[in-house]
């Protein structure tokens, strides 16, 4: 059985009525939880790690080796500086440097091999890792007082969060809540009314939504045509308005690429100008060296 154009005409506006009224709701419903008062953030302990000291660094001074490979190198840098302040023969300067260098390296080998020897042995022993122990405690002390120092912090930041958040409950959030939840209902019985609308099955599902049924009912309601007519003209109105906004993309693709090419052009002319102006340059300075040729040969 055929709908009647005003039963049609009666889903329409009722479904545009619904519609229109959820859509104010969604808004106010937006501003209601921007105005919602802000539950307190509860403290966290703080983890922090102190810089801790270091182990004491071992020193070749400290295990006993003397730097010889220093003496070396500083004879050296006194050979070369001198070399033309003292005359012992050419051959005999280079071999003395080529030495001097050899046992540089030599002894800088030799002190490095056994200070790292000296140095493993130092730190077994019974003094070095006093030492050790020592730093330790002192970090530890450091690391105590540290959390010592957070968990005061922590302590302090959670009476304050302990007093707002039962003003919170008690007081700001109630009074909200109760506001939101009525707002909210009101809000779910207009829904259930739209979803009854829509189950008389007049509006086609694909039409069932703000944007179509706000056109279906302005059309319906300022002519006497039916449903089935005015779901043509709104397939004709989105048809244009998707051609409207199709050909305004692509009106503001060829700005952009007309900018992109007037840019390129811009650039290719600059330098096409650098290119003639080399050119011309060049051109004159070889006829200047030409004239200059010209006028040698006929002297």
């Not at 983890?47 to 006993?64: A, C, L, M, N, R």
């Not at 030495?99 to 000296?118: I, N, P, Q, S």
């Amino acid at each position: 059985m055929e709908n009647t154009r005003k039963e049609e005409l009666r889903a329409v506006s009722d479904a545009y009525q619904l519609e229109s009224t959820l859509d104010k709701y969604r808004i106010e419903a937006q501003i209601l939880l921007d105005t919602a008062p802000p539950e307190p953030s509860e403290p966290v302990l703080e983890q922090e790690e102190i810089s801790k000291e270091k182990y004491p660094e071992i020193t070749k001074k400290d295990v006993g080796i003397v730097n010889y490979s220093r003496i070396l190198l500083l004879m050296m840098f006194i050979e070369i500086m001198f070399i033309d302040s003292i005359y012992l023969g050419s051959d005999f300067y280079l071999l003395l440097i080529i030495l001097t260098f050899v046992g540089f390296v030599f002894w800088r080998f030799k002190e490095h091999k056994e200070f790292e020897a000296r140095k493993i042995k130092m730190k077994e022993s019974d003094k070095y890792k006093e030492r050790c122990l020592l730093v330790d405690e002192q970090n530890q002390i450091k690391q105590e007082e540290k959390n010592k120092e957070l968990l005061e912090k922590y302590n302090s930041e959670m009476k304050i969060y302990e007093k707002e958040k039962k003003e919170y409950d008690e007081v700001l959030a109630p009074p909200f809540f109760a506001k939101y939840q009525e707002f909210n209902n009101r809000y779910e019985k207009l829904k259930n009314e739209l979803a009854e609308v829509y189950k008389r099955g007049i509006i086609p599902h694909r039409y069932q939504n703000f944007e179509a049924v706000t056109f279906l009912n302005e059309y319906m309601s300022s002519s006497s045509f039916d449903l089935k007519y005015a779901i043509e003209e709104y397939k004709h109105h989105k048809e244009e308005e998707n051609r409207i906004a199709r050909e305004a993309r692509e009106a503001e693709d060829r700005r952009i690429q007309m900018e992109l090419q007037e840019e390129e052009n811009a650039r290719l002319a600059s330098i096409n100008r650098m290119q003639k102006a080399e050119l011309a340059y060049n051109f004159l300075h070889n006829r200047k060296v030409d004239k200059q040729r010209e006028e040698r040969f006929n002297r």
